[in-house]
């Protein structure tokens, strides 16, 4: 409002609302103009963003239901702690992938964006060591016997456990799982003097453990798993491959599969996956403005159309009701 | 009850029995204030519901979001109201204490002495010189007039304090050793009230009576109830909606909505648009009166947009329509007609000859003018008389006559003295016996000093004059007179005399002096004695005179009646007069247009029979083109409004146009009641203190600041120098700020419904939990600042320049009937938002899926999509942009960046780096694009489907104004000035026929150019009032959804 103030003093056609003013009005031009300036730049950038996400190769296994032994129900082999849970499946390059691979792991009906889960955490226990009793908003998973949870809540709790060995044409390859997490969070959302104490030491197990030794800043897997995804289905990285990948080649995966989502009926997937400028395969963005452009264009066609067979002209004073037979509309 | 008020006596038990003259309008103690205010708060509805909402939210296992931000903006918005509460009170307490403690000089034991107006008690004298303010109601003891005063002692019987501030019966008895015993009797006349000022003495001196609170004027201060405009109803309605909304939300999903939270924001800011509406009223330099150098005020800042929303217009007429400067032009003098020829009496050469060779009848006649008043003469010093009169007429007459040589030339005490010529007569003025509103004349009664006669002086309405009439006298001849003048439209009263004899007097002045105190029903007892005394006069003449038009009037009534607006004339002249006037202003049409029908009777079965019969014409003829307008006058009305309301109620609903005429204050507040128990928006105009009651009554008061003084525009929302203001004040002030508020308050509902909308969504991918999407202080910025900003500019915005509204008034039509705000334009931006926030909810989730679902990733590209899409609304609904509103849209969405921004560096906060992380991002930059074009499109192709093809009146104008088609001329404004001189000469060939048909012939004759012009759009005006009817069963059923 400051700046009106100004304009009170200093103009006085403020005051008479008087101010110089652009108007505008759709007329025909302006519209079908405009409708066809959004086809012209929305079925370009359409294209292109379905070719970003064609050229971006994936490889996408599902394993929940392949990890499975025939002898027992799923979720007592994976609450057992005796069973193997070491699992093998091939999966074929197709096409050639460069350089860095991101591995995800993605997974299906996981509500972490529930009200009672997302706000179980303590950030400022995560922050800072001498917030350790900072706890309050962590239940169920908040203390032990011995002292506090670090890192409490549960989120933390669900850790995710699976791991996946990759070995590429009878080579073991390196996972790369360093940096796999915003270098932000592993500055300033986790300390770096801060330890995992009573961590997954109670009667159920959620998931993962922590070592004890690391503090929580380098505990990427962690802090990658804090940062709460908003939709049910949701993928993680889990670290990068290095190296490229060429068509036909083999990829011997050795799957730990020790997360229980078999008790909710999740399902687990494991994701190859190169990048581009619009980031993972996503069809979506480019397919949604091949629609909207489309829609602009074809609008645009219709009202040329309307305008050529229908014309009618704008500001007829014969259309004012009160110079015609019938009063109002 | 009454009070013994003991005059300068300190030790009297009475002293400690009344207040002191400490006189406060606060509101609040100190300590009084924090439970006062909050309770006042929360005794309303809405605020009751926040609280309700705000505790709910305290409870952490049911929040979805961080009580801060809900109990924050509670807070804050409580704290802005109570502070301007207690700015109010301190402001009020300041004023307080400066009144308290001015200095008074009080008399004690004969000396003044000093002292603060708080310390005055009831009994104490108070002297005061010119130009002081009255500390308090005093009964005045004497001036500085030369016939002085002492102390005296004395009671004063008067009654409790009341408000009635022109009654005041008390009666003063001094003690011993003056006057024994004697009471006499105080009237209001013998008061000077708190407050006022002293003029034209140079002292007074004054007993205390009502001091403090207790005063007149204490008692009869109140805070007016607030007005609410239509449109805050309609608001208030659709807020109960979209609750009702919400708590289904709640009670099937289980999250608080946000909607709430939103409508306090939306109160503030409709608050500070609304203060804003009435400042451009106050500086609009069009509405300046040049003439007094007064401009337009709106006393009341919240009701603009009902101004927008008027059907009906009460407007009183003198001094409203007319200038109130009342000029004498015609009298009749026995039977003989002067001025009919030049129109000015003063001019006619007979008249001139007449006084000149002393014709006894013309001599009694001005003798009459010059002295049957309370008009006062100064001399000034250059040795002319000036003359200082309460009223115009009363002035008219004195001047006129002293131009007619016979000039009242001084009065002292009960002396006057006149001059004819160069003769002075000196007349003693025994008594003088009042004007009222009942009695419609006034008397006095003198003694002439030559040869000690004693004469009955008076003057008034012909009905109230003419029956008094001796019986010898033929008083056909003055009827006629009476009559054909107020067909002139001219003012007229009539001038009677007779010769007393002095038992006759004596007898009647003992019963006079008694009326006059006594302290029960003394106004009907002293109407009584006068009654007694008027009679057997011998009526002199009558006299004509004439209240100009203002400039500009009959275009303004014309312009507002195309704009659909019903005018209702209420006034307290004879009906003639009214009828004249009405047509002299376009109020009604001649015939054989118009149609004028009358109510009148004069017993009660007459009135109801007339009322039946009028009844039934205009049922008939309201499907012809024909205007038609009733007329009645006090007596019928009030026997209609009390034993026929129902029927007179029907006739008001079918009638565009009615004259009132010898209507009484209350009738006139009666009426505006009435037609607002119909559901119709009513604005009251006036000038006067007679109107003052109408225009509290009325949804909107307008009082003209004029030369009746400013009873009127103080009592009133909005104070206007000229009628012709009028229309500015509704077409242009009226209908922007019904527009604006139309499109600010549905604005408002379409953003938070927008956010609620995308919360609800998230909640079915969340498990139904109630997370919310949006971070606290995002939401909080939301709807503070993203949303607020660009449409609080849009009180600048102008869908059609004033030019075309006051070309097409019939535009206001879209207002009256509340087409910009009503259910169906709800259901309209209710629509809007659930397309928008699925268009940016799906796009959200799918753009951001996968590996880039991270929650406040997500959800700040909702909100970035929200912020960019009501940009982008604002800017379509937007129809002139200044530099202004560019500033404010613009500024804000890179405001919405830069906040975030900052937040973004916060480590501490939530969205650490977030937003520097999306805007890194191509992807986020071609969701927002995305989201954009999929919002925007369609509503762009909406709009320019219906304005091309459907287009509504408002934008056909639109699109002829800029684009500068041939804005058509059909039934401008016929730019032609006329005066009530052309009138009054060209209606004056006419002769009046008989009583009952006085106006005929007058209206089949159209003589005046505009009128046949205006006959000539006879097809459009048939169309206008069919539409206008449309209109208002259109607004009843809106009113009744």
């Known amino acids: ?64 239901d392949l990890c499975l032994p025939e002898s027992s129900t799923a979720v007592q082999h994976i609450q057992s702690k005796d069973s193997n849970k070491t699992c093998a499946a091939k999966l074929a390059v197709s096409k050639a992938m460069k350089g860095p691979i991101f591995i995800y792991y993605q997974l299906d009906n996981f509500y972490q964006n529930h009200r009672r889960y997302v706000k179980s955490r303590s950030d400022k226990q995560l922050k800072y060591k001498a917030d350790a009793d900072d706890t309050d908003s962590c239940s169920p998973e908040a203390t032990t016997d011995k002292g506090p949870i670090v ?16 070995v590429v044409q009878n080579k073991v390859v390196d996972v790369n799982k360093k940096n796999i997490a915003w270098e932000s969070d592993r500055n300033h959302k986790f300390g770096s003097d801060v330890y995992p104490q009573n961590f997954q030491s109670g009667g159920l197990i959620g998931g993962a453990k922590l070592e004890t030794s690391k503090p929580l800043s380098e505990q990427e897997d962690l802090i990658v798993w804090m940062r709460t995804a908003a939709l049910p289905t949701f993928r993680k990285l889990y670290g990068r491959i290095e190296g490229d990948l060429q068509v036909n080649d083999n990829i011997e995966v050795v799957v730990e599969n020790n997360y229980n989502t078999y008790s909710f009926g999740g399902k687990k997937w494991l994701i190859l996956s190169t990048t581009s400028w619009i980031g993972g395969k996503n069809e979506f963005i480019g397919i949604a403005y091949l629609t909207i452009g489309g829609l602009c264009l074809f609008l645009a066609i219709t009202f040329i159309l309307i305008y050529v067979l229908r014309p009618r002209q704008l500001g007829d004073p014969s259309y004012l009701s009160w110079n015609k037979q019938s009063p109002m509309p | 009850m009454k009070r013994y008020v003991y005059i300068n006596d300190d030790e009297s038990p009475t002293q400690d029995l009344y207040c002191d003259n400490r006189i406060s309008n606060r509101k609040y103690t100190v300590w009084n204030f924090l439970p006062k205010n909050l309770w006042e708060q929360f005794s ?47 402001n009020r307490f300041l004023s307080d204490k400066k009144a308290n403690e001015k200095e008074v000089w009080i008399v004690k034991h004969g000396l003044k002495k000093p002292s603060r107006a708080q310390d005055v008690r009831v009994g104490d004298i108070v ?102 405009t239509a449109m805050d109803a309609m608001i208030d309605k659709l807020t109960g909606a979209i609750f009702v909304f919400q708590l289904v939300v709640v009670v099937v999903l289980g999250i608080a909505g946000n909607v709430w939270k939103d409508t306090e924001a939306r109160k503030v800011s409709l608050d500070l648009v609304k203060s804003l509406y009435a400042k451009f009223i106050d500086w609009d330099v069009e509405m300046f009166d040049q003439e007094t150098g007064s401009s337009s005020h709106a006393a009341n800042t919240a009701i603009s947009e009902d101004l927008g929303q008027v059907e009906y217009i009460m407007t009183d007429k003198t001094g409203t329509l007319t200038e109130n400067k009342m000029v004498f032009r015609r009298c009749c ?55 200082k009169a309460q009223s115009q007429d009363e002035e008219a007459l004195v001047q006129a006559a002293a131009k007619l040589h016979m000039v009242l030339f001084s009065k002292s005490g009960n002396l006057l003295e006149i001059r004819f010529n160069a003769s ?50 033929q008083t056909r001849t003055l009827n006629e007179a009476a009559d054909q003048y107020a067909q002139l439209g001219l003012r007229t009263l009539c001038l009677a005399w007779r010769e007393l004899k002095e038992d006759e007097y004596q007898e009647w002045s003992l019963m006079f002096r008694e009326a006059s105190s006594t302290l029960v029903d003394r106004e009907w007892r002293i109407a009584e004695v006068c009654q007694r005394l008027e009679h057997d006069l011998e009526v002199l003449g009558v006299t004509a005179i004439e209240d100009r038009l203002q400039d500009g009037v009959p275009e303004t009534i014309e312009m507002l009646r195309r704009a659909g607006i019903n005018f209702w004339m209420l006034t307290g002249d004879k009906q003639n007069t009214a009828i004249q006037i009405a047509l002299s202003c376009n109020f009604i049409s001649p015939e054989p247009k118009g149609q004028l029908l009358l109510i009148d009777g004069k017993t009660e079965d007459e009135v109801c029979r007339s009322l039946e019969r009028v009844l039934l014409t205009m049922r008939i003829t309201s499907s012809e083109p024909k205007d038609v307008a009733f007329v009645v006058d006090g007596w019928a009305l009030e026997i209609a409004l009390k034993n026929h309301r129902k029927d007179f109620t029907e006739l008001a609903i079918l009638s565009r146009t009615a004259i009132c005429c010898r209507v009484t204050p209350s009738q006139k507040a009666q009426l505006v009641e009435l037609l607002k128990s119909c559901d119709y928006r009513t604005l009251a105009i006036g000038d006067g203190g007679n109107d003052v009651r109408m225009i509290q009554q009325a949804d909107i008061g307008v009082g003209i600041s004029g030369r009746e003084g400013l009873q009127a525009a103080r009592a009133a929302d909005y104070s206007i120098g000229k009628f012709r203001f009028l229309k500015r004040l509704i077409l242009v002030h009226g209908r922007y700020s019904y527009n604006r508020t139309a499109f600010l308050s549905q604005y408002s509902f379409y953003k938070s419904l927008l956010i609620c909308f995308i919360q609800i969504f998230f909640s079915f991918i969340s498990g139904v939990s109630g997370t919310s999407l949006f971070n606290s202080v995002s939401l909080m910025a ?59 909810f799906i796009i959200s989730i799918n753009a951001f899926a996968y590996e880039k679902s991270e929650m406040e990733e997500v959800a700040m590209v909702a909100l970035s999509g929200c912020i960019w899409l009501q940009a982008f609304v604002v800017i379509i609904e937007t129809n002139s942009f200044t530099v202004l509103q560019h500033l404010a849209i613009w500024g804000n969405l890179i405001g919405f960046y830069i906040i975030n921004w900052i937040v973004s560096t916060i480590p501490s906060s939530g969205m650490y780096t977030i937003m520097f992380r999306l805007c890194s991002q191509p992807s986020y930059w071609i969701t927002i694009f995305l989201i954009v074009g999929a919002g925007m499109g369609p509503i762009l192709a909406i709009k320019y489907f219906r304005y091309t093809y459907t287009p509504s009146k408002i934008n056909t104008l639109q699109q002829a104004e800029r684009l500068g088609g041939p804005i058509l001329s059909l039934g401008n404004i016929d730019p032609q000035q006329r005066s009530m001189e052309k009138e009054v000469a060209a209606l004056s060939i006419t002769q009046p026929k008989s009583r009952n048909s006085v106006y005929e012939p007058l209206l089949s004759e159209s003589p005046s150019g505009t009128r046949r012009s205006f006959g000539s759009a006879a097809p459009f005006e048939f169309f206008q009032s069919q539409a206008s009817r449309l209109s208002s069963s259109y607004s009843r059923n809106c009113k009744d959804n």
């Open chain 1, 1 to 64: 409002m400051a700046i009106s103030f100004v304009f009170v003093v200093t103009d006085s056609r403020f005051s008479q609302q008087e101010l110089p003013a652009c108007k505008f009005i759709v007329t025909p031009t302006v519209v079908i103009s405009t409708f066809v300036a959004i086809a012209i730049v929305f079925i370009p950038l359409g294209l292109a963003s379905l070719f970003a996400s064609d050229n971006v190769v994936e490889i996408v296994h599902r394993y929940d």
């Open chain 1, 151 to 166: 890192p409490c809540g549960l989120v933390a709790w669900s850790l995710f456990n699976d791991t996946y060995k990759f």
């Open chain 2, 44 to 90: 309303r509805f809405m605020n009751q519901y926040f609280l309700l909402i705000a505790c709910l939210q305290l409870w952490s296992l049911i929040t979805p979001v961080n009580p801060a931000s809900t109990w924050g903006p509670l807070i804050f918005i409580f704290a802005v109201s109570a502070s301007k509460e207690a700015w109010d009170d301190y």
């Open chain 2, 127 to 228: 002297w005061l010189r010119e130009n002081d303010e009255v500390p308090c109601d005093l009964v005045v003891l004497g001036t500085s007039d030369p016939q002085g005063l002492c102390y005296i002692e004395g009671v004063i019987e008067c009654p409790n304090p009341d408000k009635d501030i022109r009654r005041f019966d008390a009666n003063l008895r001094l003690f011993p050793p003056f006057i024994d015993n004697d009471v006499c009797p105080l009237t209001i006349k013998n008061t000077v009230l708190q407050s006022c000022y002293l003029r034209n003495t140079e002292w007074a001196c004054g007993v205390a009576v009502y001091t403090g609170n207790e005063t007149k004027l204490g008692m009869s201060r109140g805070i007016p109830e607030p007005k609410l």
């Open chain 2, 333 to 387: 003098i026995s039977g003989t007609f002067y001025g009919n020829e030049s129109g000015d009496a003063l001019k006619d050469v007979r008249l001139q000859n007449a006084v000149a060779s002393g014709s006894p009848d013309v001599i009694r006649f001005l003798t009459v003018m010059a002295i049957c008043n309370t008009v006062i003469p100064v001399q000034s010093k250059n040795g002319n008389v000036l003359y």
């Open chain 2, 424 to 473: 002075a007569i000196k007349y003693e003025v025994l008594d003088i016996l009042e004007f009222t509103s009942d009695r419609k004349r006034m008397s006095v009664v003198v003694r002439d000093t030559r040869d000690d006669k004693i004469f009955l002086l008076s003057k008034g309405a012909d009905e109230a004059i003419l029956p008094c009439a001796s019986a010898g006298q």
């Open chain 2, 782 to 840: 939301y709807n503070v600042f993203y949303t607020s900003i660009p449409v609080l500019v849009s009180v600048l915005d102008k869908d059609l320049s004033e030019k075309t509204v006051m070309q097409h008034p019939q535009i206001l039509f879209y207002c009256q009937a509340g087409r910009l705000l009503n259910p169906s334009t709800f259901a309209g931006w209710f629509g809007r938002s659930l397309f928008h926030a699925i268009v940016v």
